[in-house]
Each structure stands twice: as C-alpha cells, then as structure tokens.
C-alpha cells in the first residue's frame, strides 16, 4: 500500500480537491483507493454521503488514530491511500500525514502568497525526508503567471519536483463535486479529465521512481 499526502496549511489550494480526484483516477486505474479525512471541517467525507460506491472509501480520522486506520486498509488491500489534511496551521497533523507517507504532494497556488505560504509546509515535508512534488492549482490559462511561479519555486526550492502539468481553474472541479463525482467521472473528456490523469501518471511514475 502506496500512502500520498497532501499537505498546504492554507484554505482553498486544493488538497481535498486532489485528493479526491486522484483518488478516482486510481479506481478508474482498478486500484483499491482511499482517503483519509483529516480535515475537522470534513469536506471529503460530506462529499462521500453523495456517492455510493465501495471505492474509494473515504475514511475521517485523527492523528492519534492514524496509524490504525492506515492498517485497516492496509488489510483491505488498498493500493493508494491519500492523506487529505487541514486547512489552517496545524503542523502537527501535517506532521503526522508526512510521516506516514511514501510521498507528500504540495499544491501551490498562483499569487506570490500562495508561494511565500508554502514555506511551513515545505519545512514539514524536508523533515520529514520524503520524496515530494509541487502541483500547481487554480492557474489561469496561458504561461505567464505559471512560469513567474516555476521560476520562484525552482530558485527557492530547487530540490523539490514540480508536476510537468499546471491545473488550470475550471468549473468541472465544483460541478463535479457537487454531483458526488470527481471530473474523470462527472466530463471524462473534459480537459480538467485529462489534467487529472496527467497528473495521475506522474504519481504513478514519482512513485516508481522512489521504490
Ligand atoms: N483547478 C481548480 N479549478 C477550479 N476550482 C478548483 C480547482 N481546484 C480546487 N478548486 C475548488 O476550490 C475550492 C477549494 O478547494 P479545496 O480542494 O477544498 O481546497 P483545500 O482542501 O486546500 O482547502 C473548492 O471549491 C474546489 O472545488
Ligand atoms: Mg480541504
């Protein structure tokens, strides 16, 4: 069992988003996938009550149980588990999902706060050692403000990956989750599909690549 965390201690940048999407790009890869909820505000399990389905399960729990949940899915042979965390300043819940975790993901968004806001998360993941990639999220279109972002993440950060694909802002990612769907289900041949399964294969192959 493969485990993802997706940490950003600020609102809004997308890590349930991820989560989730990325998640159902694993079942749609037949992979037994999960996400643990570790956000008190609970955003994937509320959006779990709109769907039916077995897979992914979607698991609310807290540091202190983290552990056991993880070897429960472990014991439903689930391939990727990913770590869905808070919101705010918590760097002990992102500390406890970065511990656990084969790689950590950190999406970044598009204003120069966005990036300076990444520092704390940053800091968790290099203590805790693990391989880690930036996704950058809400990006307008065009390649401007994505490469004034690239070029400020590789000039502070120069040993952190940054996912060769920029998800734009795009109405799919609301509507989708509104109908309890990620957007591979909700518009499979949506370009926020097809981002999602670029960003899908990239995971597949940082993973390979760190064992
Ligand atoms: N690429 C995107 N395009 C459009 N909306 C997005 C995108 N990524 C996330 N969102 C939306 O932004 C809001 C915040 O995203 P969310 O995943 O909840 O962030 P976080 O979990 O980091 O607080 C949600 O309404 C989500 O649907
Ligand atoms: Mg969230």
């Given amino acids: 069992m493969k485990k993802i965390a997706i940490l950003a201690q600020k609102g809004g940048v997308g890590k349930t988003t991820l989560c989730l999407n990325l998640a159902i790009a694993a079942k749609l890869d037949r992979k037994k996938s999960a996400v643990i909820d570790m956000d008190p505000q609970k955003s994937s399990s509320e959006w779990a009550k709109t769907r039916s389905q077995q897979w992914p399960q979607i698991r609310a729990t807290s540091i202190s149980f983290l552990p056991k949940m993880l070897s429960v899915l472990n014991e439903l042979k689930t391939h990727f588990v990913f770590i869905d965390t808070l919101p705010k300043d918590d760097d002990l819940t992102a500390m406890a999902a970065a511990k656990e975790a084969d790689i950590i993901i950190i999406p970044v968004g598009k204003s120069i706060l966005d990036v300076r806001g990444i520092a704390p998360t940053v800091k968790i993941a290099l203590a805790a050692n693990k391989p880690t990639f930036f996704v950058l999220n809400r990006f307008p279109y065009g390649t401007a403000r994505k490469d004034k972002v690239i070029k400020v993440l590789k000039s502070k950060y120069p040993n ?49 690549e760190c064992g």
Avoid: N
Wanted: net charge positive; glycine share 4%.
């Fill in 160 to 208: 952190i990956a940054i996912a060769p694909i920029c998800l734009i802002e795009r109405p799919t990612y609301d509507a989708s989750l509104e109908h309890g769907l990620g957007v591979i289900e909700f518009k499979p041949k949506s370009h926020a599909a097809s981002d999602i399964k670029t960003l899908y294969r990239y995971l597949l192959k940082q993973m390979k």
